[in-house]
């Protein structure tokens, strides 16, 4: 498969799951950061659509339950990091810190239930 094409494989999987997170279109852009008309992703791009599709792997190893690993992202959080707000609504701020750091508070999770 080329670059190209498994770019594009990964920008489907990552825009299914933040559909399946319910994030807004709006959301899904500020996350992502794409150009509806361009598809020719930069490095920063790609590190976006990996840290989603991290923070969904590390949500399907933490919750056994589906409705758990698609509602999660939606949740109002009280934890320090997001306070009271989601995840969704922390990754939609559009920086990167904010991704990594939402990844970060995700795979925290694994070290609580492990």
């Given at each position: 498969?080329?670059?190209?094409?498994?770019?594009?494989?990964?920008?489907?999987t990552?825009m299914?799951?933040?559909?399946?997170?319910?994030?807004?279109?709006?959301?899904?852009?500020?996350?992502?950061?794409?150009?509806?008309?361009?598809?020719?992703?930069?490095?920063?791009?790609?590190?976006?659509?990996?840290?989603?599709?991290?923070?969904?792997?590390?949500?399907?190893?933490?919750?056994?339950?589906?409705?758990?690993?698609?509602?999660?992202?939606?949740?109002?959080?009280?934890?320090?990091?997001?306070?009271?707000?989601?995840?969704?609504?922390?990754?939609?701020?559009?920086?990167?810190?904010?991704?990594?750091?939402?990844?970060?508070?995700?795979?925290?999770l694994?070290?609580?239930?492990?």
């Open positions: 498969m080329q670059p190209e094409q498994r770019n594009a494989v990964a920008l489907r990552a299914t799951v933040l559909e399946q997170w319910k994030a807004s279109p709006g959301q899904i852009q500020d996350i992502l950061q794409i150009p509806e008309d361009n598809l020719d992703l930069s490095q920063e791009q790609l590190h976006r659509i990996s840290i989603v599709l991290n923070i969904h792997a590390t949500l399907r190893e933490v919750f056994e339950n589906p409705l758990n690993v698609y509602g999660f992202p939606r949740m109002r959080n009280d934890n320090p990091f997001f306070c009271g707000k989601s995840p969704i609504e922390m990754m939609a701020q559009g920086d990167m810190k904010s991704l990594k750091d939402t990844l970060d508070q995700v795979e925290s694994l070290k609580i239930g492990g």
